[in-house]
Each structure stands twice: as structure tokens, then as C-alpha cells.
């Protein structure tokens, strides 16, 4: 299994990570002297929300496997199996689309054209790894079967696998803890003194 991830994002998620939680903390630590200030509750909830947000935008990648790719975008992930796999380029945007049996295209967060992205080219630079991986898998056993034009789209629809809301602990966790301490702080507010 190779992860495909730009090495910027996973600072953009562990260093907010650490100082929106470190925030959060010091003002719980407030709280303890003055807790019917709803300010106070609302405030810590609200960087956890934000943490929640950018953890999952910085958490999306690109999980090359054995016989299958999965695209892991920030809320819902593509599973595609490399035999319904067309095409791995760039869209007229600079990102990274996969394209499918049947035309079907699949767009990678991970690798999405950005100003940034122009001028280092981490999504240009993505597009023969993925190639080269698929290759590879190719001449080790995995299934080539050749197929007609109006079997391919149905057997594209019926491999690619979609998951709805796919798991990112540090983003779930957060928002869940983000959504009682607002919750708390509105009870607060409201049937305090």
C-alpha cells in the first residue's frame, strides 16, 4: 500500500491540530473559574469545529493498493479498481482526475490544482507514480480482462465503490467535542443566572 499525500497538508493538519486543541485547553482551564460565562464554552467549540474542518481537508489522500486505488476526499472516498481505469491525467484545472470504463470521472482533493500547485507541480509529478503502480499490478496477476464499450460502463458503475462520510478520527472526534461544548455553553446561556 502506498499513501499519496502532499507534504504541506500534513502540516496543515497537525499544526492547527495542536494549537486549536492548546486553545481549547487553556480556555477549559478558564472555565474552571468562571463557568456561567457561555463565551467561554462557545469559544474552545468553535476551534474544534474549525480543527474538524481543516483536519479533513488536510487529511485527503490518494491509498494506491494491490488491485485498487481509493481517492479519500474530505468528506467521501472512491474506491476504484485499477481494471475499470481509463485514464490518469490532469483536468483542464491542473487536478488529478481518474477516468473509468463508460467516462465516468473521478477528481482527487488530494491533488487539486492550485497557484501553489503550478509552481511545484505536486499533482503533474503524482500522475506517472500512479501509472507506474498500475503497471506494476497489472503484470502481477491482476485481472486486464478485455471488455466491450456498453460492458464497460456497467461494470465501471458496479466496481467503483463509494463510501458516503468516510472516517478521520482527529476530525470526528474534534467536532463531536466542538458540538457539546457549544451545546453546553447554550444550556448554559440559557438557564443561567
Known amino acids: 500500500m502506498v499513501k499519496l499525500q502532499r507534504v504541506s497538508w500534513k502540516f496543515l493538519r497537525w499544526i492547527p491540530a495542536v494549537g486549536f486543541s492548546g486553545a481549547a485547553v487553556a480556555t477549559a482551564v478558564k472555565l474552571s473559574s468562571d463557568m456561567s460565562d457561555p463565551n467561554l464554552w462557545a469559544a474552545p467549540g468553535a476551534m474544534l469545529g474549525t480543527l474538524a ?3 479533513r481537508i488536510a487529511s485527503s489522500h490518494i491509498l494506491l493498493l494491490k488491485d485498487s486505488l481509493i481517492i479519500a476526499n474530505p468528506i467521501n472516498s472512491w474506491e476504484i479498481p485499477y481494471r475499470v481505469i481509463k485514464v490518469v491525467g490532469l483536468s483542464p484545472g491542473g487536478t488529478l482526475a481518474i477516468i473509468v470504463s463508460g467516462g465516468k470521472e ?14 511545484f507541480k505536486t499533482s503533474e509529478r503524482v500522475v506517472p507514480e500512479i501509472q507506474q503502480h498500475i503497471a506494476a499490478n497489472k503484470q502481477k496477476g491482476v485481472s486486464w480482462r478485455p471488455i466491450a464499450v456498453s460492458e464497460a460502463a456497467k461494470d465501471a458503475a458496479g466496481t467503483v465503490k463509494r463510501t458516503l462520510v468516510r472516517r478521520d478520527w482527529v476530525a470526528d472526534i474534534a467536532l463531536f467535542l466542538g458540538i457539546v461544548l457549544m451545546l453546553t455553553g447554550a444550556m448554559v446561556n440559557a438557564f443561567g443566572d
Not at 473521478?106 to 509552481?119: E, T, Y
Open 106 to 119: 473521478f477528481h482527487a482533493a488530494s491533488f487539486g490544482g492550485s497557484l501553489l500547485d503550478r509552481f
Open 53 to 55: 474542518v481543516m483536519s
